[in-house]
């Protein structure tokens, strides 16, 4: 019986609590010696382009890394790997082959390297399919620029 006075009591007081209402502030009563200053909060730098030297056989000098204003470039034509039967019989393998492309201003990768493989006789005809790509180029301020751009193609020889 205590228990259910108690709990009682302690919504009653709530309920009172809650119907008080306070007076208004004044502006003389706003400004306290304890107010703490209000900071904005930081604004996130956007980070400049970052280039990367070009490889040997490509017409652009700097190649800009993707990210920082830096948008991707957009495949427009894609070309799949070419597997001989020998391989695609005696591998049977399956996985995702990680690749570098560089690809200049126009968009033609003129360039490739393997950073992560699934085979080592599976990356030669990677790079030549990835050669044959075309790509709408990256841009910078809506100014087309060459750029070194990270792409994965799956493997599924089983």
């Known amino acids: ?19 008080v209402e306070k007076p208004p502030v004044t502006p003389s009563q706003a400004v306290s010696s304890t107010a703490v200053p209000v900071v904005a909060p930081a604004v996130p730098k956007v980070s400049e382009p970052r280039s990367v030297p070009a490889p040997s056989g490509c017409p652009d000098t700097v190649f800009y890394e993707v990210g920082g204003g830096i948008r991707a470039p ?12 020998g391989v695609a019989r005696t591998l049977r393998v399956s996985g995702s082959i990680l690749l570098q492309a560089f690809i200049d201003a126009s968009g033609r990768v003129c360039a ?8 080592p006789s599976l990356d030669g005809p990677c790079i030549e399919a990835l050669m ?20 994965t193609v799956n493997i599924n020889l089983r």
Do not use: N
């Not at 205590?2 to 709530?14: A, E, I, P, S, T």
């Not at 490739?112 to 085979?119: F, Q």
């Open 1 to 19: 019986m205590r228990k259910l006075l108690f709990l009682v009591c302690l919504l009653g007081c709530q309920r009172e609590s809650a119907s």
């Open 74 to 85: 957009i495949v427009t034509h894609r070309v799949d790997p070419e597997f001989s039967q």
């Open 112 to 119: 490739a390297t393997i950073l992560r493989g699934v085979h």
């Open 132 to 151: 044959k790509w075309k790509f709408k180029p990256a841009k910078l301020a809506d100014r087309p620029v060459a750029c070194v751009y990270q792409l």
